[in-house]
């Protein structure tokens, strides 16, 4: 196999590619570029073991409750939404209710607040992950 020119000068620092653990388990404030980018979750990462684990949990009860039938959506919202304000979701700035676990469970699972429990999903998934940076770069994240 043979490399292109450009793919054989641009090289990815390996450096760049390490997952920032502490954030990952602590949390770090992610915009919610998918809603508005002035709107952030304070999250920790899909990759925070004891989300992990009460996921893993969850999927199995409901694998064994509704086998191969679909998980019906306002049971979905339930249970996504409960991981996520138990394990996931810190905080927030920029939306017009303060933040309480409270506040946050009674909106994640409600089945009609989807695109806030997705957003903050989306966020857990890029906390701990930086921009890829190439050998040679300048550019610092």
């Not at 999927?59 to 191969?68: N, P, V, W």
């Not at 959506?73 to 303060?98: I, R, T, Y």
């Amino acid at each position: 196999m043979t490399n292109s020119p450009e793919t054989a000068t641009k090289k990815v620092k390996l450096e760049s590619l390490k997952a920032d653990l502490q954030k990952e388990r602590e949390g770090d404030w992610i915009k919610a570029v998918d809603i508005d980018p002035g709107l952030r979750w304070f999250v920790r990462s899909t990759n925070y073991p004891a989300f992990r684990l009460a996921r893993d949990v969850e999927m199995k009860k409901l694998g064994e409750k509704y086998g191969s039938d679909p998980i019906p959506d306002d049971v979905n919202a339930e249970v996504m939404g409960k991981l996520a304000v138990e394990h996931l979701l810190l905080g927030w700035d920029g939306l017009d209710a303060e933040y309480s676990p409270e506040t946050a469970a009674e909106i994640l699972t409600d089945e009609s607040y989807r695109k806030v429990r997705y957003s903050i999903y989306l966020a857990a998934g890029r906390v701990g992950t930086s921009e890829v940076q190439y050998v040679g770069s300048t550019a610092k994240n």
